[in-house]
């Protein structure tokens, strides 16, 4: 699906694909798959890939050590994405679309039928802290 | 040469493409295509576009506001970048490598002989506050 976006990894990337099924496992309806570019102390982007219907479920980033949380854009390159933002109506992004997410705000997302690919540039990547409303979950 | 590179554009995107030719006047020889897809008070991601051989000439980002200057990610996409920063040799980066520029580094690049492509995911632009070695450029 990257290649077919026109997006060209290194063999590491290529490696080092994350695949996050969030503990439930059920990877084909909850999850994601990640390529992390950068992430330093202040710039992170990635691109995600989710394949058709597949859902990366609700969550937040909050605050950390007294810094805002993680606030992050995302850009439909390939397919659809259905976007939830608590405080918005459904937003539906096709390729060239995009929407920033404030911090500490819940969302979630899902792929439409032919999946997606989707850039995400944001502040620094902590995953260890994001807090899912889904208990069961672990990131 | 993005729709080459696979990325699509909205036609408002389109239609505020920036081309910079840094009040030199001689744009093919020096020169910057710019698309900015969002530019926050925390986080920057932008396309850039060289025509082949092209520079963006010699400059950096100092600090402003008691904040650090902007850091940078370059990420080849298509084409070929020669990228020279202070302190470190040559980098020719192809499809798929990249390279971070801390704050306050001196920096400047050129695309090869095809142009290039390139990502670009940083903090928070501020172009009126580069420092650029010639002084006759005005950004």
Redesign the interface.
């Known amino acids: 699906m990257l290649a077919d ?6 063999p590491q ?1 290529r490696a080092g694909i994350e695949v996050a099924d969030f503990g439930l496992g059920s990877l084909d309806e909850i999850g994601l798959q990640v390529v992390v ?2 992430n ?1 102390e ?4 990635k691109e995600l890939v989710l394949f058709p219907g597949q859902v990366c479920p609700e969550h937040r980033h909050p605050p950390v050590a007294g810094e ?1 949380g993680k ?3 995302f ?1 439909c ?1 390939t397919g659809t994405v259905h976007l939830h933002v608590e405080g918005h109506d459904e937003l539906v992004l096709g ?4 929407f ?1 997410i404030m911090p500490d705000t819940l969302h979630w997302f899902q792929a439409g039928d032919e999946g997606a690919v989707v ?1 995400e ?3 620094r990547s902590r995953d260890e802290t994001d807090v899912f409303t889904d208990p069961r979950i672990v990131r």
Chains 1, 2 share one sequence.
């Open positions: 976006a026109g997006i060209v990894l290194t990337e570019y950068v330093t202040r710039v992170c982007a805002p606030e992050e854009t850009r390159r390729p060239g679309e995009q920033t850039s540039f944001s502040t």
